[in-house]
């Protein structure tokens, strides 16, 4: 009957850890869910909320990425909107001018092959992808001027690509958005 | 105990941990695929159901319609690499006939001494495209925009043929022993210039750039400067521009007169 007694003893202590471990996974299963929430809502992983197309071979004919479209624009709730594209080897526009603390997107894509889309300074690093738009929200801080090089290699002809964010003051660049419907800072 | 088979509902630590598993996996769904999304003003969801299909991801085209239209005509031309690379002996027939008005300025080789583009040899979506762009409106010039107004896409396109099949022929400048200038082999970095020969051949070729070998000085530069300025525009998004806006005058200079001399 001993032998009775310590196989139940044994029985109830395993279950005992078992159920602790099980416990204990769930938390660090529920921790982990948590944290990709927290990363997610509070943009340091920047998850875009949408997946658009558009054809490479065709955005200098139609839709918002025209040539003459591209550059800041000044939304009518006082956001900002950027349009940028990627091309072997510069971004047009070459200098992107925004204001500070102003909430802005930039929409993005690329004419040919995959290259990257980095600001110095702030958390926006991403790629823009032919045939797939970028959409990414972003706020600037402070004014001032930081560089937005092609970080995917693109081509023999990468390390000349980069352009340049030029954040201004809020009030310089809504004088400067009432004098022009697409702003950028290229010289 | 030993009897009792693990993988059943009668075993509760089988219901429990599957049950647990489940609430996880639906809990998180719940909150990825709608909570979140919903959550987030900009994105600007229809309701539940398109909260779902763009946070699992499925495409949709970019309708936005541009809200600024150029005030001057752009390139309409839809570039790739295999744009009129096939080699067909009767479109080029037909464009060596064509070519004979072309002959003037362009020579009856497709090599000239007038400071007009050498042609022979050139990459044949780059012929056409320009023929396009002067048809158009996006590059303008009173001499080939006649030209190429009466021109249809055909006549374009076998012009093109013909002119890719003629052999280059090198200049009386050339030179292969003059030493590239820095700006054709690695570009300025520091100032946003990629090489010039990662596009126009020397190193590697972008679709709808030019074969730039023989071609006159005065002619690059002057294309050069007008990319600079602003007076030409018909390179697809700024893709010239872009460059030529950086480039000292003494770099213009140096590429004209490096690629007159070469083969």
């Given at each position: 009957?001993?032998?009775?007694t310590?196989?139940?003893?044994?029985?109830?202590v395993a279950a005992r850890?078992?159920?602790?471990?099980a416990t204990?996974?769930?938390?660090i299963?529920?921790?982990?869910?948590?944290m990709?929430?927290?990363?997610?809502?509070?943009?340091?992983?920047?998850p875009?909320g949408?997946v658009?197309?558009a054809?490479?071979k065709?955005?200098?004919l139609?839709?918002?990425?025209i040539e003459?479209n591209?550059g800041?624009e000044m939304?009518a709730?006082g956001s900002v909107?950027?349009?940028?594209?990627g091309q072997?080897y510069?971004?047009t526009?070459?200098?992107v001018?925004?204001p500070a603390e102003?909430p802005i997107t930039?929409?993005?894509t690329?004419a040919?092959?995959?290259h990257?889309f980095l600001?110095?300074?702030?958390?926006?690093?991403t790629?823009?992808v032919?045939?797939y738009?970028?959409?990414?929200p972003?706020?600037?801080k402070?004014?001032g001027d930081h560089?937005m090089p092609c970080q995917?290699f693109?081509?023999?002809g990468?390390?000349?690509?980069?352009?340049k964010?030029k954040?201004i003051?809020k009030a310089?660049?809504?004088?400067?958005?009432?004098a022009?419907?697409?702003?950028?800072?290229?010289d | 105990?030993?009897?009792?088979p693990?993988?059943?509902?009668?075993?509760?630590w089988?219901?429990?941990?599957?049950?647990?598993?489940a609430?996880?996996?639906?809990?998180s769904?719940i909150?990825?695929l709608?909570w979140l999304?919903?959550?987030?003003p900009n994105?600007?969801?229809?309701g539940?159901?398109?909260a779902i299909?763009?946070?699992?991801?499925?495409p949709?085209?970019a309708?936005?319609?541009?809200?600024?239209k150029?005030d001057f005509?752009?390139?309409?031309?839809v570039?790739?690499?295999e744009?009129?690379?096939?080699?067909?002996?009767v479109?080029?027939g037909?464009?060596?006939?064509l070519?004979q008005?072309?002959?003037?300025c362009?020579?009856?080789?497709?090599?000239s001494?007038a400071h007009s583009?050498?042609?022979?040899g050139?990459?044949?979506?780059?012929?056409?495209?320009?023929?396009?762009?002067?048809?158009?409106?996006a590059?303008?010039s009173v001499?080939?925009?006649p030209?190429?107004?009466?021109?249809?896409?055909?006549d374009m396109?076998?012009?093109?043929a013909?002119?890719?099949y003629?052999p280059?022929?090198?200049?009386?400048?050339?030179d292969?022993g003059?030493?590239?200038p820095?700006?054709?082999?690695?570009?300025a970095?520091?100032?946003n210039?990629?090489?010039?020969?990662?596009?126009?051949g020397?190193?590697?070729n972008?679709?709808?750039?030019p074969?730039?070998g023989g071609?006159s000085?005065?002619?690059?530069?002057?294309?050069?400067?007008?990319?600079?300025s602003?007076?030409?525009?018909n390179d697809i998004s700024q893709?010239?521009?872009?460059?030529?806006r950086?480039?000292?005058?003494?770099?213009?200079d140096?590429v004209a007169?490096y690629?007159?001399a070469q083969?």
């Amino acid at each position: 009957m001993a032998t009775e007694t310590d196989h139940s003893l044994g029985e109830a202590v395993a279950a005992r850890i078992e159920r602790r471990w099980a416990t204990l996974s769930i938390v660090i299963v529920g921790l982990l869910v948590g944290m990709a929430a927290y990363i997610g809502i509070h943009q340091a992983t920047m998850p875009q909320g949408r997946v658009e197309t558009a054809d490479p071979k065709t955005l200098h004919l139609s839709g918002e990425f025209i040539e003459s479209n591209l550059g800041s624009e000044m939304e009518a709730d006082g956001s900002v909107t950027v349009r940028a594209i990627g091309q072997q080897y510069s971004f047009t526009p070459q200098c992107v001018v925004v204001p500070a603390e102003t909430p802005i997107t930039f929409r993005a894509t690329s004419a040919d092959v995959v290259h990257g889309f980095l600001i110095e300074g702030t958390n926006v690093n991403t790629m823009l992808v032919p045939g797939y738009v970028t959409a990414l929200p972003v706020r600037f801080k402070a004014p001032g001027d930081h560089v937005m090089p092609c970080q995917e290699f693109c081509g023999i002809g990468h390390q000349g690509m980069w352009g340049k964010v030029k954040v201004i003051d809020k009030a310089a660049f809504r004088d400067l958005a009432a004098a022009k419907r697409r702003l950028t800072c290229v010289d | 105990m030993s009897d009792q088979p693990l993988f059943s509902p009668r075993n509760p630590w089988f219901g429990i941990s599957v049950g647990v598993t489940a609430a996880i996996a639906v809990l998180s769904a719940i909150a990825g695929l709608i909570w979140l999304p919903l959550a987030q003003p900009n994105l600007k969801l229809a309701g539940v159901w398109d909260a779902i299909c763009s946070a699992a991801g499925v495409p949709r085209a970019a309708v936005q319609e541009a809200g600024v239209k150029p005030d001057f005509k752009t390139s309409n031309v839809v570039m790739t690499s295999e744009m009129l690379t096939k080699v067909d002996q009767v479109s080029i027939g037909r464009g060596a006939t064509l070519a004979q008005r072309c002959a003037i300025c362009h020579g009856p080789q497709g090599v000239s001494d007038a400071h007009s583009p050498n042609l022979a040899g050139q990459f044949a979506a780059v012929t056409y495209k320009e023929l396009n762009d002067f048809k158009t409106g996006a590059r303008v010039s009173v001499v080939m925009g006649p030209f190429a107004a009466a021109m249809s896409d055909q006549d374009m396109k076998d012009v093109a043929a013909y002119y890719a099949y003629l052999p280059r022929v090198p200049s009386d400048n050339l030179d292969t022993g003059r030493a590239a200038p820095a700006v054709v082999v690695t570009g300025a970095p520091m100032r946003n210039i990629p090489p010039c020969g990662s596009c126009h051949g020397d190193i590697d070729n972008k679709a709808g750039s030019p074969w730039l070998g023989g071609q006159s000085a005065v002619y690059i530069k002057a294309q050069l400067e007008a990319f600079a300025s602003g007076a030409r525009r018909n390179d697809i998004s700024q893709q010239m521009r872009n460059i030529a806006r950086r480039m000292t005058p003494e770099e213009i200079d140096q590429v004209a007169h490096y690629y007159e001399a070469q083969p």
